[in-house]
């Protein structure tokens, strides 16, 4: 099973994001169970870059705020990001989005300015991964556009009786 997950942390960056964005996360992933390594891995990018980290190591300084077992299968959207994997984090991206929010308050749809076609930042990463997945109606999002929030509340509402809502937990 993969699963999507949403998480803050007590650091500046993190606060800035949930103010900017009104966003009751700051941060989106990805975790699923390799049957390789025999570890859970979370899937994200953070300011190391996208790549993948053992979900009690990544446990010990975020608090995850919701997560989504859904009832559609993403391996064919991890393979749609997978390209991403070892390339840092789109700062540039992570700027515009200011320039996106701005368009929101003036009731306009702007695109993200300064996203970059080779990086990723986290919201972005997983809206491709539903994107690739072909979850229903993740192709209307723009994941150079898509915010931590834009997508909790685009899985809170996806029409699927089957999904999965976990509680929030605290990790830390």
């Given at each position: 099973m993969i699963t999507v997950g949403f998480s803050t942390h007590p650091g500046l960056l993190s606060r800035l994001i949930r103010f900017v964005t009104r966003s009751r996360a700051s941060h989106a992933w990805i975790v699923f169970d390799d049957r390789h390594f025999r570890v859970r891995f979370v899937l994200e990018s953070t300011g190391k870059g996208f790549h993948l980290i053992p979900f009690e190591r990544w446990?010990?300084?975020?608090?995850?705020?919701?997560?989504?077992?859904?009832?559609?299968?993403?391996?064919?959207?991890?393979?749609?990001?997978?390209?991403?994997?070892?390339e840092s984090y789109d700062v540039g991206g992570l700027v515009g989005m200011v320039v996106v929010l701005a368009g929101r308050w003036l009731r306009r749809r702007w695109r993200n300015p300064l996203a970059s076609s080779r990086t990723v930042f986290c919201s972005e990463a997983v809206t491709r991964i539903l994107v690739g997945a072909g979850v229903p109606g993740a192709e209307e999002l723009d994941p150079e556009a898509t915010s931590p929030e834009d997508l909790l509340v685009f899985l809170e509402t996806l029409n699927s009786p089957q999904s999965t809502v976990h509680s929030p937990q605290t990790s830390g």
């Amino acid at each position: 099973m993969i699963t999507v997950g949403f998480s803050t942390h007590p650091g500046l960056l993190s606060r800035l994001i949930r103010f900017v964005t009104r966003s009751r996360a700051s941060h989106a992933w990805i975790v699923f169970d390799d049957r390789h390594f025999r570890v859970r891995f979370v899937l994200e990018s953070t300011g190391k870059g996208f790549h993948l980290i053992p979900f009690e190591r990544w446990g010990r300084s975020n608090a995850v705020v919701r997560t989504f077992d859904l009832p559609y299968p993403l391996e064919d959207g991890l393979a749609a990001v997978a390209g991403y994997l070892g390339e840092s984090y789109d700062v540039g991206g992570l700027v515009g989005m200011v320039v996106v929010l701005a368009g929101r308050w003036l009731r306009r749809r702007w695109r993200n300015p300064l996203a970059s076609s080779r990086t990723v930042f986290c919201s972005e990463a997983v809206t491709r991964i539903l994107v690739g997945a072909g979850v229903p109606g993740a192709e209307e999002l723009d994941p150079e556009a898509t915010s931590p929030e834009d997508l909790l509340v685009f899985l809170e509402t996806l029409n699927s009786p089957q999904s999965t809502v976990h509680s929030p937990q605290t990790s830390g």
